[in-house]
């Protein structure tokens, strides 16, 4: 059982940046594949960034804003968010996968992110 620990959400003027992490609870190495979700009030929870074996891919809404890196060396899975917006507001989720392929199955408790603008 893999726990993630997330951290650096907070509260930001519309148009700044955060950056949030996740920590795994064993070598990152041993994880296939991470991302990032997200949960606005009353809405479902949506695949923000993730970043496989074959690469990272992001939501169109966050494109060109948003940045997934892993860092082994820290043993983190990163998110970098620029230019935020009031639509940016939501809970964050970190999560996981050994396998190659198919559903995440391991989450974090999550962070709030709140944008004012």
């Known amino acids: 059982q893999v726990q993630l620990v997330e951290s650096g959400g907070g509260l930001v003027q519309a148009g700044g940046s955060l950056s949030l992490s996740c920590t795994p609870s064993e070598s990152i190495d041993s994880i296939s594949a991470m991302a990032w979700y997200r949960q606005a009030p009353g809405k479902q929870r949506e695949l923000v960034a993730a970043i496989t074996s074959l690469g990272t891919n992001y939501a169109d809404s966050v494109k060109g804003r948003f940045t997934i890196s892993r860092d082994n060396a820290k043993n983190t899975l990163d998110l970098q968010m620029n230019r935020l917006t009031p639509e940016d507001t939501a809970v964050y989720y970190c999560?996981?996968?050994?396998?190659?392929?198919?559903?995440?199955?391991?989450w974090g408790q999550g962070t709030q992110v709140t944008v004012s603008s």
């Open positions: 999560a996981a996968r050994k396998q190659r392929w198919g559903r995440f199955d391991y």
